[in-house]
């Protein structure tokens, strides 16, 4: 495992870091057992992933404290974020700090590493921001969490606005976002902001269900291409990221997106979520590799650099997971 800093955090955080939501769930979303997840955290851990995100709405904060048991606590850094509905402008900061014990209860932890706003539109943000920021300070001050952070809802915010504010905030130490092949617009709006004010990134929709389900992909190229947003012989073909898999390049097309978010310039852990140990291992082994090649990356951001909200699936997406009314 490669080992990073995450941002101001300070925190030692592996590279590769296992996502506790998602469509998967640890697998639980897809009809597995605990003991099946408790497996797959157990292995990430073997594996040296040392960063588990989860989520007050994701039901896996038991399975991740049952799975830890007996690890000596500072040897994990634990993530996890108060319900979506604290982002809605009515919610107090008492239902906050309300489930903020919740979570230490449910993790069974005296702490957390970073606490998390999850999922803060931009309307959101000034509530966050003047409510729910100050009062979660003041459990920070008696030790009930490390790190202030907030994540974006990525279908509902494709252009990072709120990202943009709140790195300039100084309140929140990590920032999740979205940045994947086919969504690459933070490069030029996020990222230097991240790094100017130190900002830890943690990456998410690396490959969601737009890269793992081929049938998806082509039917976001299929509407793309109608828009003339990107080439008719992108659509037309059966194997249209083929390209990136050759010889001194990706290995496959998951391969190819797990590396190309590793290896941008700001971000720091790349989120995965499984409930399969083949793909735990294989998404660690891909997030390890080398950049692809340069080639590679300048043809994709020649296709797909101008694109925005493509792939971010929530339920009120069309049915290839394009962003609608972006
Ligand atoms: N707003 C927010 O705060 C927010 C929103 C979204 C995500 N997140 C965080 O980001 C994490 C990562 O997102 P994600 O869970 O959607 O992860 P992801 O890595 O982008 O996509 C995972 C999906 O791809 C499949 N997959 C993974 N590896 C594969 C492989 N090697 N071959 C074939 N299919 C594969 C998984 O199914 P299998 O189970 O079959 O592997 C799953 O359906 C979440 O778990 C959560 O912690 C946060």
Redesign the pocket.
């Known amino acids: 495992m490669d080992y990073t800093t995450l941002g101001r955090t300070g925190l030692r955080v592996s590279v590769a870091g296992l996502?506790?939501?998602?469509?998967?769930q640890l697998?639980l979303g897809?009809g597995k057992s605990e003991e099946d997840a408790i497996g797959i955290i157990r292995a990430a851990l073997d594996l040296g992933v040392n960063l588990f995100?989860t989520a007050a709405s994701y039901s896996t904060e038991p399975v991740l404290a049952k799975a830890l048991r007996g690890v000596p606590r500072d040897a994990v850094v634990i993530c996890t974020?108060a319900p979506f509905a604290i982002s809605n402008p009515n919610s107090t900061a008492e239902s906050a700090v309300a489930s903020l014990d919740r979570s230490l209860k449910e993790l069974g932890t005296d702490y957390i590493d970073v606490y998390q706003l999850?999922?803060i539109a931009p309307r959101a943000y000034d509530h966050a921001l003047a409510v729910l920021a100050p009062a979660l300070l003041r459990e920070k001050e008696k030790g009930k969490f490390r790190h202030l952070g907030i994540?974006?809802?990525?279908p509902g915010d494709p252009e990072h606005e709120m990202a943009q504010r709140a790195c300039k905030d100084g309140v929140w130490d990590t920032l999740?976002l979205a940045f994947h092949m086919m969504h690459q617009n933070a490069r030029a709006s996020v990222f230097p902001l991240t790094r100017q004010y130190r900002v830890g990134t943690l990456m998410?929709?690396?490959?969601?269900?737009i890269f793992?389900r081929p049938e998806r992909l082509a039917a976001t190229l299929r509407e793309l291409a109608a828009e003339g947003e990107v080439p008719q012989a992108l659509a037309d073909s059966p194997d249209p990221l083929g390209f990136l898999v050759h010889a001194g390049g990706a290995s496959s097309v998951?391969d190819a997106a797990y590396r190309f978010v590793r290896h941008e310039q700001g971000a720091d852990v790349v989120?995965?979520?499984?409930?399969?140990q083949a793909?735990l291992s294989?998404?660690i082994a891909s997030i390890l590799k080398p950049p692809l090649p340069e080639s590679d990356r300048a043809r994709l951001a020649a296709l797909f650099g101008h694109l925005v909200g493509v792939g971010l699936d929530a339920p009120h997406l069309s049915r290839s997971g394009r962003v609608v009314n972006r």
């Open positions: 996502g506790c939501g998602g469509f998967s697998g897809t995100d974020k999850h999922g994540t974006e809802t990525a999740m998410m929709f690396a490959v969601r269900n793992s998951i989120l995965f979520g499984t409930g399969d793909h294989s998404n």
